[in-house]
Every structure is written in C-alpha cells, then in structure tokens.
Antibody, heavy 119, light 111 residues
C-alpha cells in the first residue's frame, strides 16, 4: 500500500521561499517508471499540476511556474522536496503530493497541506 | 481557464444517471492521450475514479464508467446515491504544454 504525506509551513510571507516535503512509503524511487509529484488547489478552485520527478531523476515542471519551482528526491529517506520561490498571496492553496506510475494518472494522493501566503 | 473544459455543475435525483463531459483539443485528448477521472468529496483529497479512459480501480463501484471519443471524454454515474455528491475532475496530458492538465471540475449535486 502506497502512502504519501506532506509536511511544511502553514504560513509563509510574500517573497519568501516555500519548502514542502513529501514522505512516502510503499514505493521506491529507485524503481524504473515510478514518479512522485505535486499538485495544488487554491481555495474553491481547480487542480493544478506543478512538478513531477521520476526514478531516473527526470524532472518535469509546469511551464507557467517553471522558473520558480525545484523538485528533488532523497531516495534513502523516501522523500521528495518541492521548493517554490517568491511566494505570493495567489499561491495560497492546498498542496498535494501524488504518486504517478509511468507518468499517467495520479494515485494515490497525500492528504494535502494548506499553505497560506500572507504578511 | 482550464485546458480541459467541464461543466461547472451537474445535478440529478437519487437513482438517476448523469454524465459529466470533458472537452479538450488536438494537443491533449485528441492527440490520443488517456483521460483519467478523480472524485473529490468535500474536505478531502481527490481520489482516482477512472484511469485509462474506461478502467475502474479496485473498489470503485461499476455505477461509474468512462468513455472517450475524439477530443472529448465523459464520466457517467448511474443509480445516483447521496454519497456521490462531490466534485469530479478529468485529467490528461498536453503535448503542446508538455504538462499534465486538469479540467475545471464539475460539482455534482444529488437532489
């Protein structure tokens, strides 16, 4: 059974850098085709894919946010970290960590973590 | 503005059948990329409902079914139950954007 859990700050100030950690179990990022990524959802809004990293260290980013995002993995700790620079109030959202097999669908999802951007 | 277009809301009475459409373009659904569907109950994380256009993960009732044709896909829910009240999102891949894309979500109300 695959489980993922997000952790990180609940409140960040505008212009700060957000760092979120996804800690997972039941999967290995050493296995070919395995991917772990991030999706966010602003309050009352739709889902937005942000980034995905594969076992082979192939990294994919949302084109609209590419300049602000970095995704990394620590295979030994079973963790994936997302950093987003220059945070703005419009980045207030619930951030979900997801598993993707071979870059198709996303399953399962973590419980999500709400990040508020405010001074 | 989402790359995939869904109706914002749909409704139906218990026992009825409803469909939710997902319209894309030649760079995503029309290019042959699979469509997947997620159910998001209030206050919870999305859950995979349909994958690969028509397939149900283990545990998803067969009241839920998916289809795809051309640049569109549909999710059908038959025998509506009160617990089906949720938001439903379609998802695919877009080759022009090189990104995974979602629909804007459709909120289902069971009358």
């Amino acid at each position: 059974q695959i489980t993922l859990k997000e952790s990180g700050p609940t409140l960040v100030k505008p212009t700060q850098t957000l760092t979120l950690t996804c800690t997972f179990s039941g999967l290995s990022l050493s296995t070919s085709g395995v991917g772990v990524g991030w999706i966010r959802q602003s309050p009352g809004k739709a889902l937005e894919w942000l980034a995905l990293i594969y076992s082979v260290d192939d990294r994919r980013y949302s084109p609209s946010l590419k300049n602000r995002l970095t995704i990394t993995k620590d295979t030994s700790k079973n963790q994936v970290v997302l950093t987003m620079t220059n945070m703005d109030p419009v980045d207030t959202a619930t951030y979900y960590c997801v598993h993707s097999a071979s870059g198709n669908w996303f399953d399962p999802w973590g419980q999500g973590t709400l990040v508020t951007v405010s001074s | 503005q989402s790359v995939l277009t869904q109706p914002p809301s749909v409704s139906g009475a218990p026992g009825q059948r409803v469909t939710i459409s997902c319209t894309g373009s030649s760079s995503n659904i029309g290019a042959g990329y699979d469509v997947h569907w997620y159910q998001q109950l209030p206050g919870t994380a999305p859950k995979l409902l349909i994958y690969g256009n028509t397939n149900r993960p283990s545990g998803v009732p067969d009241r839920f079914s998916g289809s795809k044709s051309g640049t569109s896909a549909s999710l059908a829910i038959s025998g509506l139950q009160p617990e089906d009240e949720a938001s439903y999102y379609c998802q695919s891949y877009d080759s022009s954007l090189s990104a995974w894309v979602f629909g804007g979500g459709a909120k289902l109300t069971v009358l």
